[in-house]
C-alpha cells in the first residue's frame, strides 16, 4: 500500500517494505506531531494507526484424514480450512501450521520455534494425537500463557486437562457441520480473542500453575539452532533496531516495532522506542511505547524503571493525573519484585529529592534557602533512599553520587548536624572508584568524577574533568542537560559557587551547539495517502496492477506539488511504499 507523508513544502516520509525513509533536513520529532494529528482522525489513537502488524498463531492438530473414535473419518484439512484458520485471522492472527505430519520425536526445527514462539498455540484435542500431545506438552513446559484448546465431539476427555476449558465445534460428515460453523468460528474467534487480551491475567498452563514459583525462560532463550532462516530474520530486524536508536531515529523505531514477526520481538522495540522517546523529552510518548512493550513482557525490569522515570518527568511537568506520589508507588510495586535492584532504589530516591526541590525551588529567591533548610526530612528521606542503593551495589556510582551530593548539601545547610561527615569522607573515595572502574567509560560515569571534583575539588579539575564527560555525551541533549540543570539547583542554593559556576560553563557551551529536541522544526501540515497493495502477479482480477505504480506516483506528486510538497528524493516511486497494512 502507499503511504506517503508530507509536511509542508518540505518533505515526504516514504514507508518502504517496512524501511522509514525521510528528508535528512527532517527532525525525527516531527513523526511525534504526525502521529498527533492522526489522534484525531476518525477517533483513532496513534496505537491504532500503528499497531497493524499481525500476530502469529502456532495450530497443533492432526493432517488429512483420521478415524474418530467412532471408526468415522474426519477430515481435519477441512476443519484447518473453514474453521480454525479463519476464526484465528478473524482475530487478527497470522495463522502457521506444519503442512505435513511428523513421527513423534522427529518435530522440524522450524515449526518447534514457532510452536514456542508464537503469540498463541491452538491445540485440537479431538484426538488423541501423539504428536498433538508432545507439542502441548513441550508449550505447557516452556510457556505459561497463550494456548487456545478445542475439539469436536468424543467419548470421553483426557483426563489432565479435563477440567481445561475448551471450545467444543460440531462435525457433520467428517467436516465442520455447515449449520453450526458460523457460530462456532465467531466463538473461536473471541475466544482467541479473550486469550490473548488476558495474557498476564493468569497461567493457563498446568505446570505454572503448580508450580507458582517457576519463572517462564526469557524469550531469547528458546532459541532452536537449527531454525536458522527465523533467527537470521530476527538478527537482520534487531541490527536495524539498533542502528535506528543509535542514530536517534525515532520514527524508525516506531515502524520497526510493527515489524516484528511476534511480540516478544515487538516488546524489544518498544522498549527502544521508549527509551529514545525519553532521552527526547517526549515523555507522553514514550509511556505509550513502554506500556506496549510491558503488555507482552510485564517483569522486564529496565522497561518498568523506564516508565518510573516517565512518570516522574510527567509529574514534575504538571502533566494531569500524574503526581510524584503515582511515580513513588510504581517505584514500590517494582521493588516488590525486585527488591535489592539498586537502579530502582536509585530513581526512588530520585523522587524523593524531586520532592524535596519542589518543596523550595518556586520560592522567592531570598526565601530559597530558608525553605530547603526547613525541608530537612525530605532531604534525609532521599539521602535514605540512595544511600540504600548504593550500599545494595557499590558499583552503582549514579545513587552513590547522589546520596553523596545530598550529604553535603545537608551539612551546608546545617552545618551544626554532624550526622553525615564521617560518611562523606570514605563514600567519595568509594563512588570515585566505582566511577573510574567501568569497564566502558561513558559520560555519566565521567560527568560523575566531575561531581565529585564540584564537592572536594577546584574550578580547573571541575573544568578538566566535564570537559572529559562532554566528549563521551555523543551529543545527547538529554544527557548534558540533566547534568547542567543539577547545576542551576546548587546554584540556586549557593553551594560552592566557584566551582558550580565553572560546571555551568562547561556545559552551557556545549548545548549551544545543539537545539532542544522539542523546539526543532515542526510541520505546518500533513498529508496522509493510503490505498492499495500492489497486486501480486497472479491476482485475478486485477485491483492495483504494477504497471500503474509509477501514475499512482506521479498523480500524488502533482497533488503535493500543488500544496507546495515535493518527492522526498529523486526517484521515489510508488512501488518502494508497497506495504502490508490496509490502514495506516
Excluded at 511537568?317 to 513513588?328: Q, W
Excluded at 545543539?514 to 497486486?535: N, T, Y
Aim: glycine content about 6%; overall charge negative.
Amino acid at each position: 500500500m502507499p503511504l506517503i507523508l508530507s509536511a509542508g513544502s518540505a518533505v515526504i516520509f516514504e514507508l518502504d517494505q517496512g524501511n522509514f525513509h525521510k528528508d535528512e533536513d527532517c527532525p525525527d520529532s516531527t513523526l511525534t506531531c504526525i502521529f498527533s494529528a492522526l489522534n484525531l482522525w476518525h477517533g483513532s489513537t496513534a496505537n491504532d494507526i500503528r499497531g497493524s502488524m499481525k500476530l502469529r498463531a502456532f495450530v497443533a492438530m492432526p493432517f488429512g484424514e483420521k478415524p474418530g473414535s467412532d471408526g468415522a473419518m474426519i477430515d481435519f484439512n477441512r476443519i484447518y480450512k473453514d474453521l480454525v484458520k479463519p476464526a484465528c485471522e478473524s482475530a487478527g492472527l497470522e495463522v502457521f501450521r506444519a503442512d505435513e505430519e511428523l513421527a513423534a520425536g522427529d518435530i522440524k526445527a522450524d515449526m518447534f520455534q514457532e510452536l514456542l514462539i508464537a503469540d498463541l498455540v491452538v491445540a485440537d484435542l479431538t484426538l488423541d494425537n501423539p504428536n498433538v500431545w508432545y507439542e502441548l506438552g513441550v508449550r505447557h513446559a516452556l510457556r505459561a500463557r497463550g494456548i487456545v484448546l478445542i475439539q469436536a465431539p468424543r467419548d470421553k476427555q483426557p483426563f489432565d486437562i479435563y477440567t481445561d476449558r475448551k471450545l467444543h465445534y460440531s462435525l457433520k460428515d467428517g467436516v465442520p457441520d455447515p449449520a453450526n460453523l458460523e457460530q462456532n468460528t465467531q466463538d473461536l474467534t473471541n475466544m482467541v480473542k479473550a486469550t490473548l487480551e488476558s495474557w498476564h491475567g493468569g497461567n493457563i498452563s498446568p505446570v505454572y500453575q503448580l508450580l507458582p514459583n517457576l519463572q517462564e525462560p526469557e524469550w531469547k532463550a528458546l532459541r532452536v539452532g537449527d531454525a536458522v532462516e527465523f533467527w537470521q530474520a530476527h538478527e537482520a530486524w534487531a541490527q536495524n533496531i539498533e542502528l535506528a536508536r543509535r542514530n536517534g531515529h525515532i520514527g524508525d523505531l516506531l515502524v520497526l516495532a510493527d515489524e516484528a514477526p511476534v511480540a516478544a520481538f515487538r516488546a524489544e522495540a518498544h522498549i527502544k522506542a521508549g527509551a529514545a522517546l525519553r532521552r527526547a523529552e517526549r515523555f507522553d510518548f514514550a509511556l505509550e511505547q513502554l506500556e506496549l512493550g510491558l503488555a507482552v513482557e510485564p517483569s522486564n525490569l529496565a522497561e518498568l524503571n523506564e516508565k518510573g522515570i516517565c512518570l516522574q518527568r510527567l509529574a514534575l511537568s504538571g502533566k494531569p493525573c500524574f503526581t510524584l506520589d503515582r511515580a513513588r508507588l510504581h517505584y514500590r510495586t517494582v521493588l516488590q519484585q525486585y527488591p535489592d535492584n539498586a537502579e530502582n532504589l536509585a530513581l526512588l530516591g530520585r523522587v524523593d529529592k524531586d520532592e524535596w526541590i519542589a518543596a523550595w525551588k518556586d520560592s522567592y529567591p531570598e526565601q530559597k534557602l530558608a525553605d530547603a533548610v526547613y525541608e530537612e526530612a525530605l532531604l534525609r528521606t532521599a539521602i535514605a533512599s540512595y544511600r540504600q542503593a548504593f550500599r545494595r551495589n557499590p558499583g552503582h556510582y549514579f545513587s552513590g553520587i547522589n546520596a553523596l551530593t545530598l550529604m553535603h548539601l545537608y551539612h551546608y545547610l546545617h552545618p551544626e548536624d554532624d550526622r553525615y561527615r564521617q560518611e562523606t569522607g570514605y563514600m567519595a573515595g568509594a563512588v570515585s572508584f566505582a566511577a573510574d572502574a567501568e569497564a566502558e567509560p561513558s559520560f555519566w560515569s565521567k560527568a560523575t568524577l566531575g561531581d565529585v571534583e564540584i564537592l572536594a575539588g577546584t574550578p580547573a579539575t571541575v573544568t578538566t574533568t566535564y570537559k572529559e564527560a562532554v566528549v563521551m555525551a555523543e551529543k545527547d541533549w538529554f544527557a548534558l542537560n540533566s547534568t547542567l540543570s543539577q547545576l542551576y539547583l546548587l546554584k540556586d542554593l549557593g553551594f560552592r559557587p566557584e566551582n558550580v559556576d565553572a560546571g555551568i560553563a562547561v556545559f552551557a557551551r556545549a548545548l549551544e551547539r545543539l537545539a532542544r529536541p522539542e523546539a526543532q522544526w515542526q510541520p505546518q501540515k500533513v498529508f496522509l495517502f493510503s490505498g492499495h497493495m500492489i497486486d501480486k502477479p497472479d491476482r485475478k482480477p486485477p485491483r492495483f496492477p504494477n504497471d500503474k505504480a509509477d501514475i499512482a506516483a506521479e498523480k500524488i506528486a502533482e497533488a503535493l506539488s500543488i500544496q507546495g510538497g515535493r518527492r522526498e528524493r529523486p526517484g521515489a516511486d510508488a512501488r518502494r511504499c508497497q506495504r502490508r497494512y490496509s490502514v495506516c
